[in-house]
């Protein structure tokens, strides 16, 4: 009796219209509710780790506070520094705070045990976002499961990555190790079973759940992954050179010394405060770069998040093994149409600023030559205008998240993960917004994680407004999500969800078999296949491969 009242979740009332749970964690008793009428209970705000200050603050988190009086967890609008972004719903109420480490658990109403975890990491291309960004409550009505999502330093603050001790790089990826560390120890109390966690990404944080299956420091935090729309070997996901990104950032915030000394470099750095470290929009990069992202690490005598390339980790089959639910939307690269007629000309005069950044060249003249090879593949002989803006869709789908996906999930292949399930999202309704200049609609980046989640994504309309086709494509979307949450299958064998679903194997080395889901569903066979052999020919001959920071210079004697 004296175990099950420390660790289990205890109702102990109401406060006022809400129902009241507390629930005791190795920090202290935490106390969550449940508004009228809902059915999942809500514990916001749980301080996970402790963000460092002053001249550690781009180093790993630190151990969480703890309290003994019970802590109210209702605070849902902690956020952590970021820039802005026109468009995206950030809430008006939310606080932009340095010790932004904090969790978000939700909770069935019904008392479980050893119920099925999932953790939820943001997106927002490593610059933005929030853990509470979408949820996904109707995931948990679906099937009885615990979801916890979290912030984690973002931008320079969390991926600001020098080789130095003070600035080893991955603060953000370290975050999100000591959630997943914090799960384990802590969600059992919470009816979650801390040897059952399935961790979810969408877009950047579809990229992390893809580095978190690769790193040295997850072994045993987790069992069953869903990156959505993002891998480890997107463009974006590792940098390739974080010295010359960190020198390019720092210039723009008026840095004035030639970067040539790294020990001034980190010391500007440690100087900025963080509402302008934060002030510079880094989405719209022709290279398909955000600058600020994971890097590989110099050894500096700490506990390294990434210490290989993604590439070599694949290719030797030291990443963890585990099964996956992996794939992407149709038209990804819809992604990139905000940008469409700004783009467009320069396509048309230099094609070679809008390769990816991941891709090195011995001269220019041999990039541009790769250039017009690249051009060719996708316009043939035309321009880029609104006559070819499928083409143009095209390859920022392939580019930013579609052939880095298929590579990943082949090199997963070959080295014996043999429980990838792969998926191709094409449904699109009435509602959708019609491509530009066309009378078509596509799937956008992410249109999956839409379907999933609670509403519409991040502004989360209420269900009821969207259309009766939308509503059944979610029910079989949660459906698909949740058996391979519970059982690492999205289909369990024999069994066909609703008679919807057809049979659906792992994916084989070549890109096939995968599902794609559509009005119906059909099991198809290798995926993208001419666009992945055509950008093989181009990665196996030119593709930089991420480095760590180079070792550190002596300090000049003004500094000692």
């Not at 999942?40 to 988190?61: C, D, L, M, W």
């Not at 995931?139 to 020098?162: A, D, H, Q, T, W």
Request: contains cysteine; aromatic residues 12%.
């Amino acid at each position: 009796m004296y175990k099950y009242l420390l660790f289990a979740l205890i109702i102990v009332g109401t406060q006022g219209d809400e129902e009241v749970r507390l629930v005791n964690i190795a920090q202290g008793p935490v106390r969550g509710y449940k508004k009228p009428g809902d059915d999942v209970f809500v514990f916001y705000g749980i301080p996970y780790a402790t963000a460092p200050s002053g001249t550690q603050k781009f180093n790993a988190p630190l151990p969480p506070p703890t309290w003994s009086e019970p802590f109210e967890a209702v605070k849902s609008n902690i956020i952590c520094h970021q820039m802005e972004m026109p468009g995206l719903a950030i809430k008006d109420t939310t606080v932009q705070v340095d010790d932004c480490l904090i969790a978000n658990v939700y909770v069935p109403d019904k008392k479980h045990e050893n119920l099925p975890v999932v953790v939820h990491v943001h997106g927002g291309a490593y610059q933005l976002g929030y853990g509470d960004l979408i949820t996904v409550k109707n995931l948990i009505r679906e099937k009885p499961m615990v979801v916890v999502n979290f912030n984690y330093r973002l931008g320079p603050s969390g991926f600001l990555c020098l080789g130095t001790p003070d600035v080893p790089g991955n603060a953000g990826m370290k975050d999100q190790v000591a959630l997943l560390r914090w799960v384990k120890k802590n969600i059992a109390s919470f009816g979650g079973n801390p040897n059952d966690v399935t961790i979810i990404g969408y877009s950047a944080g579809s990229s992390a759940v893809d580095l978190l299956m690769l790193s040295p420091m997850t072994r045993g935090l987790f069992n069953k992954v869903v990156p959505e729309s993002g891998a480890s070997l997107s463009a974006f996901s590792v940098q390739v050179n974080p010295i010359d990104n960190a020198i390019t950032y720092a210039k723009e915030l008026n840095f004035t010394d030639n970067g040539a000394d790294i020990y001034a470099l980190e010391n500007f750095y440690k100087s900025v405060p963080s509402n302008i470290l934060h002030s510079i929009n880094l989405i719209n990069r022709k290279d398909s770069s955000f600058i600020f992202s994971p890097c590989v690490e110099r050894d500096v005598g700490q506990e390294m998040f990434l210490d290989d390339a993604p590439i070599n980790i694949l290719k030797n089959g030291k990443q963890q093994k585990l099964p996956m639910l992996y794939g992407f939307a149709e038209m990804e690269g819809l992604f990139r149409i905000p940008q469409f007629d700004l783009w467009k000309d320069d396509l048309n005069k230099k094609f070679s600023e809008f390769l990816p950044i991941d891709l090195r060249f011995e001269s220019e003249a041999e990039k541009e030559e790769v250039a017009e090879t690249v051009k060719k593949f996708y316009f043939g002989h035309q321009a880029v205008s609104n006559e070819t803006i499928f083409r143009y869709i095209d390859y920022f789908t392939d580019t930013i998240f579609g052939y880095s996906t298929l590579r990943s999930a082949r090199l997963q292949v070959e080295s014996g993960n043999n429980n990838i399930y792969l998926y191709e999202y094409s449904f699109v309704d009435e509602a959708t917004p019609l491509v530009p200049n066309t009378e078509v609609r596509g799937a956008n980046h992410c249109a999956q994680t839409m379907a999933v989640d609670d509403g519409g994504f991040f502004q989360n309309p209420s269900e009821e407004k969207l259309s009766d086709s939308y509503k059944s494509m979610k029910r079989i979307m949660r459906k698909i999500w949740a058996t391979f949450i519970t059982t690492g299958k999205p289909v369990p064998e024999g069994e066909d969800i609703e008679k919807k679903i057809p049979y659906w194997p792992p994916t084989q080395a070549n890109g096939g078999p995968h599902m794609s889901i559509d009005k119906t569903l059909k099991l198809r066979g290798p995926l993208l296949q001419q666009r992945v052999l055509f950008w093989d020919g181009i990665y196996e001959k030119y593709y930089n491969i991420p480095a760590p920071p180079p070792s550190l210079p002596p300090r000049q004697k003004t500094e000692l």
